[in-house]
């Protein structure tokens, strides 16, 4: 496995335990009650600190268990991790535009202040998720 | 899905009868092991200049190394 779908697995498999966390935490929050009244900005603040931080261990743990292994190719990267990268890019590109658009959307219907920001976190961490998939489908079914 | 490219080659056997690995020859043109396990499958389309550079490698114009099917003629009715 090259060092670029590493990351790409890195980023998956953080974003869908940040997912998981951050909405855990958030019903926990609410006990119950209204959505609306989580104190949501210190969560997302951590879930996004905490993923940034899983995702460098992950990739660096991983990476150094490959260097082990093969160190002449543990860092190395080609055409190839560059047009999957974009091709991933694309993909979460369109999934931030709608969340922009839904957000847009939102505050035109003056909705509460977490439905917009959480419609934005929504946004990055589906984003993030469905272009992780789309750059691992790439590396393991091809690119053609 | 991705869709497959109607481009077959045949590095592999060429690269079985030179006698070179896949690190070899993933080294000589500036690629990843990967990235050449992937172009001999067929799941990745390299470049030109890839492709050239493969072709260098075995002496070999492109012709000999990359296939693309003729189009099949369609009948006038």
């Known amino acids: 496995m090259v060092y670029q779908e590493r990351v790409a697995w890195s980023q998956l498999i953080v974003s869908v335990i940040a997912i998981a966390v ?3 935490l958030v019903v926990r929050s609410a006990d119950g009650g209204e959505l609306t009244s989580v104190d949501w900005l210190p969560l997302m603040l951590w879930t996004i600190g905490g993923g940034i931080v899983l995702t460098i261990v992950l990739s660096i743990l991983w990476g150094i268990v490959a260097g082990m292994r093969d160190p002449q190719s543990a860092t190395a990267t080609d055409i190839r991790d560059r047009d999957i990268s974009r091709l991933g890019g694309r993909v979460e590109h369109s999934f931030l535009v709608i ?3 839904g957000v847009i959307a939102l505050c035109a219907a003056g909705a509460h202040l ?7 976190f929504l946004g990055f961490a589906i984003s993030a998720l469905i272009g992780g998939i789309a750059r691992v489908i790439a590396y393991r079914r091809g690119l053609v | 899905m991705v869709k497959p490219t109607l481009v077959t080659n045949t590095i592999r056997s060429r690269r079985e009868e030179a006698g070179m690995t896949q690190a ?3 080294r000589l043109i500036g690629v990843t092991r990967q990235t050449l396990i ?3 499958q067929g799941r990745y389309s390299p ?3 890839i492709a050239f550079q493969i072709a260098r490698a075995f002496g070999l114009p492109l012709e000999d190394l990359f296939q693309y099917p003729e189009p099949t003629q369609k009948r006038d009715d």
């Open chain 1, 22 to 24: 951050y909405v855990a």
């Open chain 1, 99 to 101: 969340a922009g658009l």
């Open chain 1, 114 to 120: 977490f439905w917009i920001a959480n419609t934005m």
């Open chain 2, 24 to 26: 070899e020859l993933a």
């Open chain 2, 38 to 40: 992937a172009i001999e």
């Open chain 2, 47 to 49: 470049t030109l200049e």
